[in-house]
T-cell receptor, first 111, second 113 residues
Framework: SQQGEEDPQALSIQEGENATMNCSYK?????LQWYRQNSGRGLVHLIL?????REKHSGRLRVTLDTSKKSSSLLITASRAADTASYFC???????????FGAGTTVTVRA | DAGITQSPRYKITETGRQVTLMCHQT?????MFWYRQDLGHGLRLIYY???????DKGEVPDGYVVSRSKTENFPLTLESATRSQTSVYFC????????????FGSGTRLTVV
């Protein structure tokens, strides 16, 4: 069964707006990662946040992690048409290295 | 995706046939994974490997076989294809729990008719 669940399932925004998506998971984790998948392509790693971190930035991406609530959020600022993709959170358990993925959030950025 | 190659890109096969999906990585990553992606299910882990000659079942291993005789190759075989195995299959590799996460191949779209 999936460890992570993203919310919302789909998101449509105007270019220049911010996009926020959330991920909830069930069991204790080592790391939480976010991936992007463009249509018909493989997943691309965006950012990793460790369980002892609360916030991390990479370019226009901001990730937060709240281990007490078992949740994470991904914020994409100043969105562009090229950000149109599906975004997945993935977690690995404390004693494991394999990733469990959620079903993803589909983001559409309108020009 | 540079460094990890899946073949074929598309495959149509008949029910009951054996089919092998290939995965090759050039980074000498220790870990390799096979996932399938279906609408509504996200990615589900089929098999994974921590090193050559070490493989383990994932969430949905039934009907699949893997081998890893060399670090760089991790083929996935469907022993007797069924329509429920119609899916997009992704291979991935990683070097443990590092900051770079997994690197994914471009996927194989398999249709079983």
């Amino acid at each position: 069964s999936q460890q992570g669940e993203e919310d919302p399932q789909a998101l449509s925004i105007q270019e220049g707006e911010n996009a926020t998506m959330n991920c909830s998971y069930k069991t204790s984790i080592n790391n939480l990662q976010w991936y992007r998948q463009n249509s018909g392509r493989g997943l691309v790693h965006l950012i990793l946040i460790r369980s002892n971190e609360r916030e991390k930035h990479s370019g226009r991406l901001r990730v937060t992690l709240d281990t007490s609530k078992k949740s994470s959020s991904l914020l994409i600022t100043a969105s562009r048409a090229a950000d149109t993709a599906s975004y997945f959170c993935a977690t690995d358990a404390e004693d494991d290295y394999k990733l469990s993925f959620g079903a993803g959030t589909t983001v559409t950025v309108r020009a | 995706d540079a460094g990890i190659t899946q073949s074929p890109r598309y495959k149509i096969t008949e029910t009951g046939r054996q089919v092998t999906l290939m995965c090759h990585q050039t980074w000498s990553h220790s870990y390799m994974f096979w996932y399938r992606q279906d609408l509504g299910h996200g990615l589900r882990l089929i098999y994974y490997s921590a090193a050559a000659d070490i493989t383990d079942k994932g969430e949905v291993p039934d009907g699949y076989v893997v081998s890893r005789s060399k670090t760089e190759n991790f083929p996935l075989t469907l022993e007797s294809a069924t329509r429920s195995q119609t899916s997009v299959y992704f291979c991935a590799s990683s070097e443990g729990q590092g900051e770079d996460g997994y690197t994914f191949g471009s996927g194989t779209r398999l249709t079983v008719v």
